[in-house]
């Protein structure tokens, strides 16, 4: 009986501190499945070369992260809706059928969210801190978990205006009941009535660990109940969540979003969907 050998990789550039290919590993462990979990590290030019490559050598799939999540799009011969929607792709399965990619950030941040936050999002007004490429898959999360209403709060609004018709395009696929999208500068924060804000910057990553993409007083306007989510996952919490815990906050960070569009991929590639057990014991190794 031959078993298996799944080939697999990333990406990117640079790619120097990708957690993927640890992440990869344990699941393929968990799954008793048999792989490698390869870096590609890829200029711009090469990148066209590089998936042609990929092609020709029975590779099963890889994820894609920065810079190249639009732009491997045309390269592409099939494009799930949601991605198209998003305009982002983080996972590409290799089949018979070409090159197929996927967006597992949308739902992998959707899964990563505790049963009683997912239920605060419903009706609830979200506001998301920045509008890059991240705000645009977690943005279609909200949309498809029912938040009655989005805010962008952002320093660059011509950005953030094209984000928000992306979103209102992921709208038309994922509800039927849209919620109302409006952009505010930092200066103009307003607090009120948020269910839950989500910082997709990467502001308070490793290199300025003291930064914050709030002032105190901005968190405080929250009400008590209100989520603070920090996308970013090291340093594990960010200053961000630290302030915000001790206000009382409820919080989250970015280890479980990571986990989770992660294990998407690992699905699309093998067929398998890894048990909450098996996520558990991988969450407690990296956190
Ligand atoms: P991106 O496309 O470059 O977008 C970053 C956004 O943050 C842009 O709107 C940018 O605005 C804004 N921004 C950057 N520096 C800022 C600053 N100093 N003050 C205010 N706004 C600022 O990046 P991305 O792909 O969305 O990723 C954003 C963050 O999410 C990163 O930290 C990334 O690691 C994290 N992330 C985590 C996961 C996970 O699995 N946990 C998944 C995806 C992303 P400007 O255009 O004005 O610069």
């Not at 990333?10 to 499945?33: R, Y």
């Not at 979103?167 to 039927?176: D, I, T």
Request: charged share 15%; proline share 6%; aromatic share 6%.
């Amino acid at each position: 009986m031959t078993s298996k050998t799944y080939h697999l990789g990333i990406i990117g550039h640079p790619l120097g501190h990708t957690l993927s290919p640890q992440l990869q590993t344990a699941f393929l462990k968990q799954a008793g499945l048999s792989g490698i979990y390869e870096v590609w590290d890829t200029v711009p030019e090469d990148l066209p070369e590089m998936i042609k490559t990929l092609k020709q050598h029975a590779i099963d799939g890889f994820n894609v992260t920065i810079p190249y999540k639009t732009r491997i799009m045309p390269l592409l011969d099939e494009i799930d809706p949601l991605a198209k929607a998003i305009g982002a792709v983080n996972t590409v399965v290799i089949s018979s059928k070409g090159l197929q990619g996927f967006n597992t950030d949308c739902d992998g941040f959707w899964d990563s969210l505790p049963p009683s936050l997912q239920q605060n999002i419903v009706g609830s007004k979200v506001i998301l801190l920045g509008a890059g490429g991240a705000a645009r898959a977690v943005g279609a999360a909200m949309i498809r978990g029912g938040a009655q209403s989005l805010v962008l709060v952002a320093r660059n609004l011509d950005q953030a205006a094209q984000t928000r018709a992306v979103l209102n395009a992921c709208a038309a696929l994922l509800s039927e009941n849209p919620p109302k999208i409006s952009l505010l500068p930092y200066q103009a924060f307003d607090g009120s009535q948020c269910g839950a804000i989500i910082n997709t910057t990467p502001v308070g990553m490793s290199g300025d660990l003291l930064a914050m993409p709030l002032t105190l007083s901005q968190i405080r306007s929250l009400p008590d109940s209100a989520w603070v989510i920090d996308l970013i996952y090291k340093p594990h919490p960010t200053q961000f969540l630290k302030l915000a815990q001790a206000q009382g906050y409820a919080t989250l960070d970015g280890l479980g979003m990571l986990l989770h569009q992660g294990a998407l991929a690992f699905t699309h590639w093998t067929g398998v969907t890894l048990p909450q057990t098996c996520m558990d014991n991988i969450f407690r190794q990296f956190a």
